[in-house]
């Protein structure tokens, strides 16, 4: 069966620091990645999804850039951290067969990413 | 990207149907109408998903109008675990993403 793994599950970062948060599957091949990003209270923001390896969509201009080095492998980095990339950070794949639209999307557990 | 409307909350009791419903003006004839719910503190859970016919699975039951601007996610008996923000996403063919609202939290009393 599939499964996506998310770390860390928690995370305090200072003001300036790096991040590098990852994501990987398993029992599947070729799947679409996203990376999400849930402000407090707010609602899912898509920040980064990507179709193959070293191929990478960004749908927002922000502080964070996304990489893709293997197959079932998605990075989510930044150089440094500003106060307002506080959040909850989520992985999501999806099958890469067709183009997406019939099939349901599979989410991690999270990484709460508060930066102080 | 397509625009999906749905109130901001709702309450229900516990073991009655609940009905979220969505409208979804915009939408085109490829669209594919999704929803997922959020527990606190956790990823987004796939629901059910349709695209003109009524849906039913194990979770829910997706009812669509027939213009389909508008649907409907019916839990048929809610339970306290079902209390979360329930999402509507339309994904239009030929892409890929999933852009989610703002939800409709939903509440069940016991």
């Known amino acids: 069966s599939q499964t996506i793994h998310q770390w860390p599950a928690t995370l305090v970062q200072p003001v300036g620091s790096p991040l590098s948060l990852e994501c990987t599957v398993e029992?599947?091949?070729?799947?679409?990645l996203y990376w999400y990003r849930q402000a407090a209270g707010r609602g899912l923001q898509l920040l980064f999804y990507?179709?193959?390896?070293?191929?990478i969509s960004s749908e927002v201009p922000q502080n964070l850039s996304a990489s893709r080095p293997q197959d079932r492998q998605f990075i989510l980095s930044s150089k440094k951290l500003l106060l307002s990339d506080s959040g909850f950070y989520l992985c999501?794949?999806?099958?890469?067969?067709?183009?997406?639209?019939?099939?349901?999307?599979?989410f991690g557990q999270g990484t709460r990413l508060t930066v102080v | 990207d397509a625009k999906t409307t749905q109130p901001n909350s709702m309450e229900s009791n516990e073991e009655e149907p609940v009905h979220l419903p969505c409208n979804h003006s915009?939408?085109?004839?490829?669209?594919?109408i999704h929803w997922y719910r959020q527990l606190p503190s956790q990823g987004p859970e796939y629901v059910i998903h349709?695209?003109?016919s009524n849906v039913n699975n194990r979770m829910a039951s997706l009812a669509i109008a027939e213009d389909r601007k508008s649907s409907t996610l019916i839990l048929h008996r809610a339970t306290l675990r079902d209390a979360a923000v329930y999402y509507c996403?339309?994904?239009?063919?030929?892409?890929?993403?999933?852009?989610f609202g703002t939800g409709t939290r939903l509440k069940v009393l016991a």
């Open positions: 915009t939408i085109s004839g490829t669209d594919y």
């Open positions: 990507s179709v193959g390896i070293g191929q």
């Open positions: 349709g695209l003109t």
């Open positions: 029992g599947t091949s070729n799947p679409n």
């Open positions: 996403i339309l994904m239009r063919y030929g892409t890929y993403k999933y852009i």
């Open positions: 999501a794949w999806n099958t890469g067969q067709g183009v997406g639209m019939n099939t349901e999307a599979f």
